[in-house]
């Protein structure tokens, strides 16, 4: 018996990355998952791999929203979780930063996220689950990537309110917030099948292990673990909530 058996699942930026190993952990615990993304030829491949559905969702449109939604209930006739993963990261000052690099950033990650809510919600099944995507920047502050802090703050906001508002109807909203985690955001070697992507990956761990208590970057398979405990009835009794995963980096810092 799996953790998801009969549970219907929509994944968004599940092409490649952290949504990736969700999609193929849900699926292994026996969900019907919905791949969704903007990126069809690796999308559609994961769909084959491991016997889920791809749809294709810019999660900043609301009517490409509805369509998959639409698409979600004709093929399995509910719909009982979402996990809003799609997300952008861009390197700037906030001086620097212009205003539609700004907006493309709040589009993706928060009004992507919002969308979710609006358009799946309401046809979800009572006692659903929907987990979103933060950051471990929406708990604090970091240089160089303001649009994107600001973005997953208003993430965590969208949650609070989420929780309340929906949990007359048993679905649970909590968040994730991942600390640095090895994927294409963090290591983009991984795109370019030149690159020494492993090599890329162990120099990740070299830079962490002097930021990080746990000594190490995080791996998108444990972050999808997380987004399981969310989506299953082992969190049964959590809603509202943001979960860090960062290797102890929120923790504080140490001198010696």
Known sequence: MGKL???VVIVTGAARGQGEQEAR????????VVVADVLDEPGEALARDIGARY?????GDEEQWRSAVSVVKNAFGRVDGLVNNAGI???NSLVDTPLDEF???VRV?????FLGIKTVAPVMEDGGTIVNTASYTGL???AAVGSYTASKHAVLGLTRVAALELADRRIRVNALCPGAVDTAMANPAQLDPDADAEGMSRALDELYRKLVPLGRIGRPEEVARLALFLTSDDSSYITGQPFVIDGGWLAGVSVI
Do not use: K, S
Request: hydrophobic share 45%.
């Open 25 to 32: 952990l849900f699926r292994a615990e026996g969900a019907e």
């Open 55 to 59: 749809v294709h969702l810019d999660v």
């Open 89 to 91: 990261l861009r390197f």
């Open 5 to 7: 058996d009969g549970r």
């Open 140 to 142: 604090t502050g970091m």
């Open 109 to 113: 990650n928060q009004v992507g996220c």
């Open 103 to 105: 907006m493309q950033v």
